[in-house]
């Protein structure tokens, strides 16, 4: 029984290096992180949708916000465990937040990306990465299983 619980102790560690090893391979360490998080809400303030909408739920508070989103992509590239926020809670009940701002957060996501990822590997392993969270959020936050009913579609 202690070989199984020294395995399962290991384990985390395994998942963490391998991700290390990932992002380095990359190009990728903590200073990119932080720089894509300041690029990327740079240009969230300045969008014409996007912005009003973060500013309105962060207004003073964006410093914490800017050390929770390093905190998170870099639990996320490095597999950290670092951030124990919860994503979906944090943007229930957000006023003006609709799913079409979603593609428009990914398009501005991607267009940083194209100016300061160190090489297209990078920007493809944290788009799909952004994807899959905007996917996550949009689904969590706006899905409704009733829509999917066949007795209320109509021919």
């Not at 070989?3 to 998942?15: F, G, H, S, V, Y």
């Not at 914490?64 to 590239?77: L, N, P, Q, R, Y």
């Not at 409704?144 to 021919?155: E, F, I, Q, V």
Request: net charge negative; no cysteine; glycine share 6%.
């Amino acid at each position: 029984m202690n070989d199984e619980l020294q395995a399962r102790a290991a384990q985390p560690a395994a998942i963490r290096e391998s991700a290390e090893a990932e992002m380095k391979a990359l190009g990728i360490d903590d200073a990119f992180i932080g720089r894509l998080v300041d690029t990327f809400y740079g240009r969230v303030l300045a969008h014409p949708e996007l912005g009003p909408v973060f500013d309105a739920r962060l207004s003073g508070r964006w410093p914490e916000h800017m050390e929770k989103m390093k905190s998170f992509w870099s639990s996320v590239a490095f597999r950290s465990g670092a951030y124990g926020g919860k994503p979906v809670q944090a943007h229930l009940g957000i006023p003006n937040m609709s799913p079409e701002l979603f593609p428009k957060w990914l398009a501005l996501f991607a267009a940083t990306l194209d100016d300061i990822a160190p090489n297209n590997d990078a920007k493809a392993w944290f788009m799909a990465t952004a994807e899959r969270i905007a996917r996550s959020l949009t689904l969590s936050l706006f899905y409704n299983p009733a829509l999917d009913d066949p007795a209320l579609k109509r021919s």
